[in-house]
């Protein structure tokens, strides 16, 4: 028997392997992509192995998504970034294919090595891979094209750029409803690529035409859109354009669009503001708690916390409060046990008095719910209603009286130090309570021991080390409004803005909002002075 060449045996073994009728064998040889690179060597990998994956891609679908997800790491075994071009031709054969999961992970790692190329090597290799899959002729193509502009669009040049614009406004109009699907999905990551005039302009009137689609699953993705689009607009921008639209979708005729309007809107609220999110989306969220389709008021039901905490405690008593109770004696049992699991939730947003004289009896009678998930999940959730109406609580405001009673100096030696130990509790019902005292003591304490001993505690608790509950974080927030009156303005502005700026910047909307209301209150405290 002839000898085999030994440079050539890696090759020589994976196409037998790939040619193997055990698709356990062929799924095992793709696996071993990076082992086989490594014995050809850098050169050889480009040009002998890379080829012939790119001309190997009629095989299962298993097999291809292995080969995709490969591709994305390989760029350290042809070279390095100088050479990652050479990885898209496979790539793109991978995104045409008609298994959908085959396209994503192309797609994904296309994506990957895309953030590692030269922005030269993107203008002359990956652009043009993303226009010849926009203008494919097969679906699956441009499919596939709608979620690489954003890794095209920031090194494209001006002409190139507006090209890709108009490229991705005809994918929204594509007569296939895929294609148009994969394009509202994608908008939000693509525009925020896109400068802002252009934003206004083309990215606006493609997310337009996305609204007013025909098929329903185009406009629930755009839905996500809303809140993708809000946060790269300007306020007033997004009042005149986003607000309608989501005003629009929770009156949609398609029950699973107004799903996804309430399983998101109360992250709507933070793009629109406060004053919009009063006049227009309280009402749209009502509407949507009393939907006809239990699978939207089920999500409605679910978000009802969140929601409330984005509200002041008048207006969730007022408005919402009324169709919680509807709620909790629903036909569906899943709608109770949707609410069941965030209705304790409510209790610190409210305040003591309509816990105790609304909410109290709605807890009661989901307890004697006949379905043992709609117990189980108020049950599970009652240490929610401690934070209002409890030995916590009432151990705060006779701290407060006694600090009253006994003077400031009295205070600051007997209870400051006990409230300083117990700050870093690693239960965080602890420190949401020593957070309490401490903005129940600091009048009584006066301005001068307020700051030297507890403001230092305070930003310590903003960044919440210990386990990081978004709860504490809003609370900060909170306090330190609630203490803005009593400090000088030097420490206001030195101290106590910072700590607020940084909060606005948190990923939770809930701190993010509570921080920008406490921003407010310094800005009109200064200008006030």
Not at 223 to 230: D, I, K, N, P, S
Request: glycine residues 4%.
């Amino acid at each position: 028997m002839a000898m085999i060449d030994e440079p050539l045996y890696p090759i020589a073994i994976l196409i037998d392997e790939l040619k193997n009728e055990d698709i356990q064998l062929r799924l095992n040889s793709i696996r071993r992509l990076s082992t086989i690179a490594r014995a050809l060597g850098e050169e050889r990998t480009r040009k002998e192995l890379i080829p012939f994956l790119s001309e190997n891609n009629d095989d299962d679908d298993e097999v291809l998504l292995a080969m995709a997800e490969e591709l994305g790491v390989f760029v350290p075994y042809i070279g390095g970034v100088e050479f990652a071009y050479v990885l898209l031709p496979p790539l793109e054969t991978l995104c045409i294919v008609e298994e959908t999961c085959v396209r994503d992970k192309a797609v994904e790692s296309l994506c990957r090595i895309g953030t590692q190329m030269k922005e030269s090597d993107i203008v002359e290799w990956f652009i043009p891979l993303v226009k010849r899959l926009a203008g494919g002729e097969w679906f699956t193509a441009r499919v596939s094209s709608c979620g690489l502009f954003h890794i095209a669009y920031p090194s494209a040049t001006e002409l190139f750029k507006a090209e890709l614009r108009s490229m991705y406004g005809q994918l929204c109009q594509d007569d296939m409803p895929m294609v148009r699907r994969s394009a509202a999905s994608n908008l939000g990551k693509f525009a925020a690529t896109v400068e802002a005039n252009n934003l206004k302009t083309d990215i606006m009137s493609i997310f337009e035409d996305l609204t007013r689609d025909d098929q329903d699953s185009v406009r629930l993705l755009a839905v996500e859109g809303c809140a993708a689009l809000g946060k790269l607009l300007e306020p007033q921008d997004c009042v005149a354009h986003i607000l309608p639209v989501i005003v629009n979708f929770s009156q949609d005729k398609s029950w699973r669009v107004r799903y996804m309007v309430a399983n998101q809107l109360y992250e709507l609220c933070e793009a629109v503001g406060p004053e919009p999110t009063c006049s227009d989306l309280v009402p749209a969220y009502v509407r949507l708690l009393r939907d006809n389709e239990a699978e939207v008021r089920i999500a409605a039901a679910g978000k009802v916390t969140k929601f409330c905490r984005i509200l002041n405690p008048h207006l969730a008593i007022q408005h919402i409060l009324p169709c919680v109770k509807e709620l909790s004696s629903d036909s569906s049992q899943h709608v109770r046990s949707a609410l069941a699991s965030v209705i304790m939730g409510m209790a610190p947003v409210l305040g003591k008095d309509a816990t105790i004289e609304e909410l109290l009896p709605i807890f009661l009678s989901l307890l004697k719910d006949e379905f043992p998930d709609v117990r189980l999940n108020i049950i599970s959730k009652l240490d929610q209603v401690n934070q209002v109406f409890s030995i916590r609580e009432a151990a705060a405001n006779n701290l407060k009286r006694l600090a009253e009673e006994f003077g400031p100096e009295w205070a600051m030696q007997n209870i400051v130090p006990q409230l300083l130990e117990k700050i870093s509790n690693p239960h965080y019902l602890h420190r949401m309570t020593i957070l309490q005292s401490i903005s129940l003591l600091a009048p009584v304490l006066g301005s001068e021991s307020t700051c030297q001993k507890l403001l230092p505690v305070i930003i310590t608790a903003s960044k919440d080390s210990i386990c990081r509950v978004p709860n504490i974080k809003f609370n900060v927030a909170k306090v330190l409004q609630s203490l803005i009156p009593i400090f000088d303005h030097s420490v206001v502005e030195q101290a106590v803005r910072p700590c607020l700026v940084e909060l606005s910047e948190d990923p939770d909307v809930d701190v993010r909002y509570f921080a920008s209301q406490a921003i407010q209150t310094c800005d009109s405290v200064m200008m006030s002075s």
